[in-house]
């Protein structure tokens, strides 16, 4: 079996994140950049299925230089294989264009399944699978909870809010996951060293065939205009209930447009 998993570098949610005033976008180059914390859950299943239906598993990811940290990450998990799509131009680039991008380099791989995380910490719009399966002409299962892949065909369980949904497809498909669907494994001392020498191949736009003009912040669909940091914390108000307690609370929900 072919899998392709998609991993994307974000800057860690647990540290201090920031934009960039130049041009409103992510200040990545300060932060603390790491593996997206779902799509570990996608390389796990990734080499779930590769334990139990044999095959490859490459990763492919999209990003700057540094998204390299993030690739061995993955390699040292378990994957075989890397492809990095990396070219200045894409900086910037909203959703639908990295869609473009991804899709134009899984046109050059061979896949069976393709695994992501159901969101990434940086972005949370949770629409790759969706974008990726109208572009690539395959059907999503988005938002697994749990996978099986039998006889041609992928099952999963789709995680909501009162239970899941049992949905399944043939293959190829896109399949999204969340962190409810397995364990990750930790690198071991040997999956990183071994990391160190397995294939990443690197791909400029024009070698999957995007022309620069259509993707990167020039040419977005949505872009940042403008920020501010928090405020600070002001000062409290206390209400003094003489039997309209509850009227000044409406009052004061109202006041700061909340209600």
């Not at 699978?129 to 395959?138: D, P, Q, V």
Request: charged share 20%; with cysteine.
């Amino acid at each position: 079996m072919e899998i392709v998993v998609l991993v994307k570098q974000v800057p860690d949610s647990g540290s201090e994140r920031s934009l960039d005033p130049a041009d409103n976008t992510v200040a990545r180059g300060s932060a603390d950049n790491v593996v997206n914390e779902i799509d570990e859950y996608a390389i796990e299943e990734a080499l779930v299925l590769k334990e139990a239906h044999g095959g490859e598993v490459t990763v492919l990811t999209v990003g700057p230089e540094s998204a390299a940290d993030a690739i061995r990450k993955a390699l040292s998990m378990g994957a075989d294989k890397a492809v990095h799509v990396v070219d200045d131009a894409i900086h910037g680039a909203c959703a639908p264009q990295t869609s473009a991008i991804l899709a134009a380099a899984l046109g050059q791989l061979s896949y069976d399944i393709v695994l992501c995380g159901a969101e990434s910490t940086d972005g949370q719009l949770s629409v790759m699978a969706a974008l990726l399966s109208e572009r690539l002409g395959i059907p999503a299962l988005s938002g697994a909870r749990k996978l099986t892949v039998e006889g041609g065909m992928a099952r999963v369980e789709r995680q909501t809010d009162t239970g899941y949904w049992a949905i399944e497809a043939p293959l190829p498909a896109i399949v999204s996951v969340w962190d409810t669907i397995n364990e990750p494994r930790y690198p071991s001392f040997k999956g990183i060293m071994a990391a160190k020498k397995k294939p990443v191949t690197k791909l400029g736009l024009a070698e999957v065939g995007i022309d620069p003009a259509t993707v990167g912040l020039a040419s977005a669909t949505s872009q940042v205009l403008d920020f501010a940091g928090r405020p600070p914390k002001g000062v409290g108000v206390k209400v003094a209930d003489e039997g309209d307690g509850a009227a000044q609370l409406v009052d004061f929900l109202a006041g700061q447009k909340i209600v």
